[in-house]
Each structure stands twice: as structure tokens, then as C-alpha cells.
């Protein structure tokens, strides 16, 4: 199989550093400097993103916007996209991979998205993570060149949902990010070492433990008698609220947090562990937290 890569950047040369070890990749990128590079690196230039598709069934898209991804493969024509295979792993939102799947289906082609999760670290050492959303039949297609940089394959089903799972999985990584610089100001306010801050956080009792315990043994199992109850949970949330007003330093992301256990208890859910506070998206929502995720052999 011929691969195609577009976008030569640091992720895109990250990208075709395994892929490299299996297949023949053909890339192209504006950048002279970076044509150059991947040249160095066993990457076959191309003269366009069209010649690309020329030599290539299945082509990847590196590139800094969507805008840029679909004007590319506007660019390419319909003659060169028939039949070809068009996988996106920017970080991209849904609307536009199904944007670049109607540009797609006019000249024949398909479009999938393999989200990346891990940074270009990993990916470069073949030891990736890739979030999936494509028809079946395009996953099994892509499948031995993802295989090539992947240490993990998560196929969540149609296009769009590997971008899905990987807004999601950022928004968890920058909200989380936001509660231990609020958590560690209140730390070094009080002159508690922020390093001390640092230990407890990283341990499974710290900042894994509402991960592994309250989603993975609770919420995904439905199990709320018993632990800590929502009442005491609100009653925490509360003090921490004082403390900060006290000291003077701001808590958005903490203040925010405390609503839902308000919310919780007025529910009725005050005597149930807090991880119960789930119950309230399930019924807001109509959706279930019971739902494993596929993943692929």
C-alpha cells in the first residue's frame, strides 16, 4: 500500500517517522524547509498535494486548520480523489470532518478521522494513541497503516466521533488543568508547600482517584450507596469556597464545580456518594454512563 501524507510539520513528520518502517509514504508540504526535512527523513516529495493523490490510495492530513484541509482537497480535483481514502488527524471539530466528506464524495473518495492522543513524542516511536471515527469498511482499510504508529486503536464508530472523543478528552485535560492552579494558589497562599501539593495530587489517592474510583467503580457500575455522600461533598465544596474568599484568590473552575453539588442536593441525591452528581446529566440528557468504548484488536 502507498500512503500519502500532507502536512510535513512536526506532526506530520512524526507521523510518517513508523509508518516510514512499513510502507512507502509520498508527502508534500508548502514549506520548502520542511519538504527538504522529510526528504532527509526516506519521505518521497511530491511536486503538489494532487501528485500526492496520484500515487497514493490512502492520504493523510497534517495540517495547522481545517480550512487549509479543505482547501486541499478541493485543490486535488475529482479525477485524483476518486477512490481514494482521506485520513485527518488534526484536531478538527466534527462539523468540518463532515465538510470534508461532502468535498470528498464529490470526486469519489471517503473521509475518516484518527484522531492523535499521546503528542509527537510518541507518535514518532510508533506508540501512539489513535481515536477512530470512520465506516467500518474504511477503518479495516486504514487499519495496517494506523497499526504502524499505533500502540492503541480506539474505532468509535462513524466519522466525526474520533474528533469527538478527543474535544473531550482536551476539555478534560484543560478543565483539570485549571482546578490544580487554582488548588495549588490556595496551597501557596496558606504557605503550604506547593511541592507537598504536588505529591498528594499524584498519587492514586490524589488526582486519579474521581477517575478510578468515583467514574470507573461508581458511575460506570451504578453503584452509589455508601462513601463519601454528596452532603459531605457539597459540605467540603463549600468550606474551600470560604477559604478562597478569605485568602483572595480566585476559583472559577472550583466555584463552578460547587453549582453542581447544589444542584445535586436540591435533587435529592444528598445521601448517595457524590459520584451520584452523574445521575443528573443521565436525566438532563436522556443518555446512560454505562456504555463501554470498542477497541480495537
Known amino acids: 500500500m502507498k500512503v500519502g501524507l500532507i502536512g510535513l510539520g512536526n506532526a506530520g513528520l512524526a507521523l510518517a517517522t513508523p ?39 490512502v492520504i493523510f492530513l497534517s495540517l495547522p486548520d481545517p480550512a487549509i484541509s479543505k482547501t486541499v482537497l478541493g485543490e486535488i480535483g475529482r479525477e485524483r480523489l476518486a ?34 492522543v499521546g503528542g509527537v513524542d510518541k507518535l514518532a516511536a510508533g ?67 506547593v511541592d507537598v501539593f504536588y505529591e498528594l495530587m499524584r498519587r492514586e489517592s490524589g488526582l486519579m482517584r474521581p477517575l478510578t474510583h468515583r467514574f470507573g467503580e461508581r458511575i460506570l457500575k451504578q453503584d452509589f450507596e455508601g462513601g463519601m455522600s454528596t452532603a459531605n461533598a457539597r459540605k467540603d465544596s463549600a468550606l474551600v469556597l470560604d477559604l478562597a474568599r478569605e485568602l483572595g484568590v480566585p476559583v472559577f473552575a472550583i466555584s463552578a464545580a460547587h453549582t453542581a453539588y447544589e444542584i445535586a442536593m436540591a435533587s435529592g441525591l444528598g445521601r448517595k456518594d457524590y459520584a451520584a452528581i452523574s445521575k443528573l446529566w443521565e ?15
Open 19 to 57: 509508518i516510514l518502517k512499513i510502507f512507502e509514504v509520498t508527502g508534500y508540504d508548502r514549506s520548502e524547509v520542511r519538504r527538504d526535512v522529510a526528504r532527509g527523513a526516506g519521505v518521497r516529495i511530491a511536486s503538489s498535494a494532487g501528485e500526492v493523490a496520484e500515487h497514493c490510495e
Open 83 to 116: 477512490g481514494r481514502l482521506v485520513v485527518e488527524t488534526s484536531t478538527v471539530a466534527p462539523q468540518d470532518i463532515a465538510e470534508l466528506s461532502e468535498i470528498a464524495q464529490g470526486g469519489g473518495a471517503t473521509v475518516m478521522d484518527a484522531a492523535i
Open 127 to 193: 506508540k501512539t494513541t489513535f481515536l477512530v471515527g470512520a465506516a467500518q469498511a474504511d477503518f479495516e482499510r486504514a487499519k495496517p497503516v494506523l497499526n504502524a504508529a499505533a500502540e492503541e486503536i480506539f474505532y468509535l464508530g462513524p466519522a466525526g466521533n474520533g474528533m469527538r472523543a478527543k474535544l473531550i478528552n482536551n476539555a478534560v485535560a484543560h478543565a483539570v488543568m485549571v482546578v490544580l492552579v487554582e488548588a495549588g494558589a490556595l496551597a501557596a497562599a496558606q504557605d503550604v508547600p
Open 283 to 297: 436525566r438532563w440528557l436522556g443518555v446512560s454512563f454505562t456504555a463501554t468504548p470498542k477497541k480495537s484488536s
